[in-house]
């Protein structure tokens, strides 16, 4: 069966009926179903408002990547910028373009992956609109909220402050090489941290953050190139999966250009004044691994820079 078969109304009312099945949370005062939806914020809070786009071809593949996997990471790009700023999510909306003879069951597993998401991280589906188009794309807008005033954002770093990341880097880049080398899907979904971003906006000494998307060379010159500054990264600090450098290898990929150069890990990037909280007392407060990877210098203080690679639309 393919979209054509079922028409606009019928695929609005099978995506209604999964997102009614996955339920509310209480902040949700009217959600999906009516001309558009409203969200009731705690008192003292801001409004947070995120968009992305997933389109084939340029963000995914159909031929190495599943339907849910497809759903999944889409809601997991837009938490991400959630997580740098330090919300909590709200709900989401979903604007689907897809070609009429698409497969009703690839639409199923995108919708279904999609809600994993949403469930876990208890951001609900808001609504959204379809349309049919020559390719498949999906373009998501995410709602946060945030304490009063103590959003993350991305000025504030300073000349001689650290640069901590969370997790690990470099492993989404790799299942990506993996999956194209070996033909099979692609399974590796990363998890935006979203409690970590909170925990950070509850640090005084934290100055700017950042999700890294595109690549920590990339997202470091997105956090501090507008100010005048840069990174100055020890390769041999940033933090990466077990075995990597041979798991690389076995793929054609460089260890180093990978972890400095890999997106789609969705870990924090961000910057704390002084040399206090140390990367130790961040984890404990933050329940994810820390590393210092560097620290942030004046733009012309660099031998040579960097070439940032990472992921770029133009």
Not at 13 to 22: L, T, V
Not at 225 to 239: F, R
Not at 271 to 288: M, Q, S
Request: hydrophobic content about 45%; overall charge positive; charged content about 25%.
């Amino acid at each position: 069966m393919r979209l054509r078969d079922i028409g606009e109304f019928g695929l609005i009312a099978r995506i209604e009926r999964a997102a009614r099945r996955a339920g509310s949370p209480t902040w949700v005062r009217i959600g999906i179903g009516d001309d558009a939806a409203v969200v009731r914020p705690r008192r003292g809070e801001d409004v947070v408002l995120s968009t992305d786009a997933l389109v084939e071809d340029v963000h995914f593949r159909r031929s190495n990547e599943s339907a849910r996997s497809i759903g999944r990471r889409a809601l997991v790009a837009n938490l991400s910028d959630l997580a740098a700023m330090g919300a909590r999510p709200l709900g989401f909306t979903c604007a689907l373009a897809a070609p009429p003879e698409l497969a009703v069951s690839t639409l199923d597993g995108i919708v279904a992956g999609l809600l994993i998401e949403a469930g876990k991280h208890r951001c609900p589906l808001l609504g959204g609109n379809v349309s049919a188009a020559r390719e498949l794309s999906l373009t998501l807008a995410v709602l946060g909220g945030v304490g009063r005033g103590r959003a993350l954002t991305r000025s504030g770093a300073r000349a001689g402050d650290d640069l901590f990341v969370t997790g690990v880097l470099g492993a989404a880049a790799l299942a990506r090489a993996r999956a194209e080398r070996s033909g099979r899907p692609m399974r590796h979904v990363p998890q935006p941290r979203l409690a970590a971003g909170r925990a950070l906006t509850r640090i005084r000494a934290v100055r700017a953050c950042i999700d890294l998307s595109d690549g920590l060379l990339a997202d470091a010159a997105h956090l501090l190139g507008p100010a005048g500054l840069a990174a100055d990264i020890d390769p041999d600090a940033v933090p990466r999966p077990a075995r990597f450098s041979a798991a690389c290898a076995r793929v054609g990929l460089d260890p180093v250009r990978t972890l400095m150069t890999g997106g789609e890990d969705y870990e924090l990037l961000f910057v704390v004044r002084g040399a206090r909280p140390t990367a130790a007392e961040l984890a404990r407060r933050l329940r994810v691994p820390v590393s210092r990877v560097g620290r942030v210098v004046s733009a012309g203080s660099l031998a040579e820079p960097a070439d940032a690679g990472g992921w770029r639309h133009f």
